[in-house]
């Protein structure tokens, strides 16, 4: 079992910044990929950034160039750092954890694990 808790989320103006986080605890040696995903309300989940266990990552295009995923193997902390927001980026965003090998893309059903979620706001 794995448990993952995110926090960092808020309410920012447009271009802001914020930093998640998200701390695992559990069985995480085993994992494969972290992601963080993120849904709009009245719109479907969808994947924001990916990072695998040998530290490659990507970025959903809309985010490329202003969120960051990182990790911390020593903390097993997982960060998105978000910056130059839009009001678009607002949402609930999901820190994930899969341990399937060669899988880590954006696609929503790969996840065996999902933390439940922080706020992010951002007003125009």
């Known amino acids: 079992q794995v448990q993952l808790a995110e926090s960092g989320g808020g309410s920012v103006q447009a271009g802001g910044s914020l930093r998640l986080s998200c701390a695992a605890s559990?069985?995480?040696?085993?994992?494969?990929?972290m992601a963080w995903f993120r849904q709009a309300p009245g719109k479907e989940r969808e994947g924001v950034a990916v990072?695998?266990?040998?530290?490659?990552?990507n970025a959903q295009y809309s985010v490329k160039g202003r969120f960051t995923i990182s990790r911390d193997n020593a903390e097993n902390t997982l960060y998105l750092e978000m910056n130059s927001l839009k009001p678009e980026d607002t949402g609930t965003y999901y820190c994930?954890?899969?341990?399937?090998?060669?899988?880590?893309?954006?696609?929503?059903?790969?996840?065996?694990?999902w933390g439940q979620g922080t706020q992010v706001t951002v007003s125009s």
């Open positions: 994930a954890v899969g341990m399937e090998k060669g899988v880590c893309n954006f696609a929503t059903n790969w996840p065996r694990y």
């Open positions: 990072i695998n266990n040998l530290g490659r990552t």
């Open positions: 559990g069985d995480i040696y085993s994992w494969y990929c």
